[in-house]
């Protein structure tokens, strides 16, 4: 297998913005382009375009508005971690000699069609996703006696993390008290413990070993990659204060990467409710079972921002198709030493942990400087 | 409409059943995951448990277990908050281009 590197990326803002989905794609892809100036549209031989948008025929309409005539070139939608996961298409493609260079983009509109699974019918008529993070915030209550002080401290930490992110679609801080006095959605999610949906795209090159030279002095190796998908079905999670396939999925990461959880410098995970980041960070093999809201305690009150520097979803917001490409874009930054105030000093080895569906499929990369 | 949906709509919860195998098929499909077979279509039990619930408003919200596998979510009607593995019955179930199940405790 070809050894394959991050060479550079793009972004937009984040806002509520009423634009279409290749509008939003081209922007990231110009934005990656002008930050690097050694690429040709005529070096890329794969587009894959990552959203649950229903535009069809994508990723040849962001080939042509870019200039681009690839090789290969298609969509991947898997809800929320489409991005994580167009990402490993490329990867693959690179990896086994098929291609050299790949642009990976994704992004979302504000009033994306993928927030809800109609097919789950295992969820009754609570399909929307408060009503999964509810069940899971209860059982961590329950089995772990996770406080809602605890969940407010993950979105307070992440709102201030944002505040450093130019492209992230809050600019303000919360006060625990605020995010605990936010609007009860229900008994265990309040609104400021969720991610917001908005409209935002980014971008992403991989290049192979040989191809890397011309673009960048700084590559970034995606050395480890592992992704679960248990079901479709929500209740399939047969334990609900815990996410099996990120844990499937990071223990194949890990094995890829010949890393231990201790080695992860700086990681972006997928905080699409206070509970998730807390689950995330034990499943991920940070902290041991049960003390996930020990930790993001700890980074909150020491200001480490080791765990979603950008903000996360909280912070940073969640146009779906966007956000683990975006989670990639930071972990690069990071990692490049180009995190600006959000820098991690020494960070040599980041992991992205993106999810879908109430955690019914994970994926996990990790790179390394 | 399938036909899940079709009995849902008459107020009747059921399952897909594999007829070679005997899986129960949940989420219902027409076809066994196991192994392909033709699934009959069979009333899933009334009685059930909690398996865990949180509150919008007034109401709860649940996730109940049929028959120790099929898992659905619903609301539970109830006057006290119930613990885990309480016992409830489906007492109404219905289809309106969404599918909706009510529980009650026993």
Not at chain 1, 273 to 301: A, H, M, P, Q
Not at chain 2, 43 to 69: H, L, Y
């Amino acid at each position: 297998m070809r050894k394959v590197a991050l060479t550079g990326s793009g972004l937009t803002k984040f806002t509520k913005e009423d634009i279409s989905i290749d509008s939003l794609m081209l922007l990231a892809v110009k934005s990656l382009f002008e930050s690097m100036p050694n690429l040709s549209q005529k070096d890329i031989d794969v587009v894959l375009t990552s959203t649950n948008d229903n535009t069809k025929y994508l990723s040849s309409i962001v080939s042509e508005i870019s200039g681009i005539a690839p090789k290969i070139s298609h969509s991947v939608e898997s809800l929320c971690n489409s991005g994580a996961n167009s990402a490993i298409s490329a990867f693959s493609y690179i990896a086994s000699g098929l291609a050299d260079i790949a642009l990976v983009v994704g992004a979302e509109r504000f009033d994306s069609p993928g927030l809800v699974l109609e097919w789950d019918k295992s969820r009754g008529q609570y399909k929307h996703p408060i009503y999964w993070s509810s069940m899971f915030t209860k059982s961590h209550i329950r089995k772990y006696g996770t406080s809602k002080e605890d969940l407010a401290i993950v979105s307070a930490k992440n709102h201030k993390n944002a505040l450093d992110n130019p492209y992230a679609y809050f600019e303000k801080t919360y006060s625990v008290d605020e995010i605990m006095n936010s609007k009860n959605l229900t008994d265990d999610v309040r609104l400021l413990d969720c991610s917001l949906p908005c409209s935002g795209s980014a971008a992403i090159l991989l290049a192979s070993e040989e191809a890397v030279k011309k673009l960048t002095d700084t590559p970034v190796w995606i050395t480890g990659i592992g992704q679960k998908t248990l079901s479709a079905g929500f209740t399939k999670n047969a334990e609900l204060a815990s996410m099996e396939s990120t844990i499937d999925a990071a223990s194949m990461a890990y094995k890829m990467a010949k890393k231990e959880p201790s080695h992860i410098d700086v990681a972006e995970v997928h905080d699409a409710f206070s509970i998730c980041e807390i689950i995330e960070v034990e499943d991920l093999g940070f902290i041991k079972k049960g003390k996930g809201n020990e930790f993001v305690r700890t980074l909150y009150e020491t200001q480490d921002r080791r765990i979603n520097p950008r903000g996360g979803l909280i912070g940073a917001g969640h146009p779906l198709g966007a956000t683990g490409i975006a989670q990639i874009v930071e972990i690069g930054q990071q990692l490049q030493g180009k995190a600006g105030k959000r820098q991690m000093s020494q960070a040599e080895v980041g992991l992205v942990q993106n999810m879908s569906a109430a955690a019914t499929s994970s994926s996990v990369l990790i790179l390394q400087s | 409409m399938t036909k899940f949906e079709d009995r849902l709509k008459e107020g009747e919860f059921v399952c897909s059943e594999c007829q070679k195998c005997k899986k129960l098929v949940w989420p219902p499909n027409d076809y066994c995951s196991r192994c392909f077979g033709k699934v009959k279509w069979r009333p899933v039990s009334r009685t059930g448990k909690i398996i865990e619930f949180s509150k919008k408003d007034d109401t709860v919200f649940c996730i109940a277990e049929f028959e120790n596998e099929i898992r659905v979510m619903g609301s539970l009607e109830c006057t006290i908050m119930p613990v885990i593995d309480q016992e409830l019955r489906l007492v109404k179930c219905s289809y309106n281009g969404n599918e909706e199940f009510v529980f009650q405790l026993k």
